[in-house]
């Protein structure tokens, strides 16, 4: 009886651990918690799963609250795990949000933010690995 427990027991945490298994990101450009001291072209997050396209969505929330204008978000030919979304124009001083959606192979959409700070006004943006909290 007891090597039957173990057995099912066994069989139902091998089955459950894809259920798990969903992609989360990995970097991003400007990154997390980043001062950002030029012009920022685009967004590029890059996740542990290739995304997919059609259900994935990027969002940029500016110092006041409202919507930042983005071009449409597509996967990086030449890196298909990260998804780019094209700033359309320039970003002022301030705190911004980045608001993310992502589906994977399973289609389980899984869903982020982060806020970087754009502080003047050179011509890079820092690319940094998400910290878990």
Do not use: C
């Amino acid at each position: 009886m007891r090597a039957v427990a173990l057995a099912a027991l066994t069989a139902l945490l091998v089955t459950a651990r894809p259920a798990f298994a969903h992609g989360r990101l990995k970097t991003a450009s400007p990154g997390p918690q980043s001062r950002v001291t030029g012009v920022v072209r685009s967004l590029r997050l890059t996740f542990t799963e290739r995304p997919e396209a059609a259900v994935s969505a990027i969002t940029l929330v500016g110092p006041n609250g409202g919507s930042v204008p983005l071009g449409t978000a597509a996967l990086d030919p030449r890196d298909p795990m990260t998804l780019v979304a094209p700033v359309t124009r320039g970003l002022g001083a301030g705190r911004y949000e980045v608001r993310w959606q992502m589906a994977g192979r399973d289609g389980h959409p899984v869903r982020g933010t982060y806020t970087f700070r754009v502080v003047g006004s050179t011509s890079s943006a820092a690319t940094a690995p998400v910290r878990r909290t």
